[in-house]
């Protein structure tokens, strides 16, 4: 099995900035998709930003319309940890986030059925 723990969330002023970690533990799976996907009450669980394994220790960066250009993605060197900066945070920031891992294929997916496992998730809040 692997497990997934998000951290890093809690209540942030509109305009600040939030960085959301997550650690894996288990087998390595240092090649496969991770991603962070969020779900505010009432919504659907949307994608928010991805990586996708491309060689040699880099990866492929995906962000959704809402975060792209005030948001950073990294992964690890050794694949087990994912981290999300989301700067200018807005009222619409505020949800459950968590990180995924695909373990079924190497290619980068947005759906969120595409991912085999899940972290608890973390609350981010942005005040209005």
């Known amino acids: 099995q692997v497990q997934l723990v998000e951290s890093g969330g809690g209540l942030v002023q509109v305009g600040g900035s939030l960085a959301l970690s997550c650690q894996t533990s288990?087998?390595?799976?240092?090649?496969?998709?991770m991603a962070w996907f969020r779900q505010a009450p009432g919504k659907e669980r949307e994608f928010v930003a991805g990586?996708?394994?491309?060689?040699?220790?880099?990866?492929?960066?995906d962000f959704a319309d809402v975060v792209k250009g005030r948001s950073t993605i990294t992964r690890g060197a050794f694949g087990n940890q994912i981290s999300l900066e989301i700067n200018n945070l807005k009222p619409e920031d505020t949800a459950v986030y968590f990180c995924?891992?695909?373990?079924?294929?190497?290619?980068?997916?947005?759906?969120?059925?595409?991912?085999?496992?899940w972290g608890q998730g973390t609350q981010v809040s942005v005040s209005s």
């Open positions: 995924a891992l695909r373990s079924s294929s190497l290619e980068a997916s947005r759906g969120p059925s595409d991912f085999d496992y």
């Open positions: 288990g087998r390595t799976l240092n090649k496969f998709p």
């Open positions: 990586t996708e394994w491309k060689g040699a220790g880099v990866y492929h960066g």
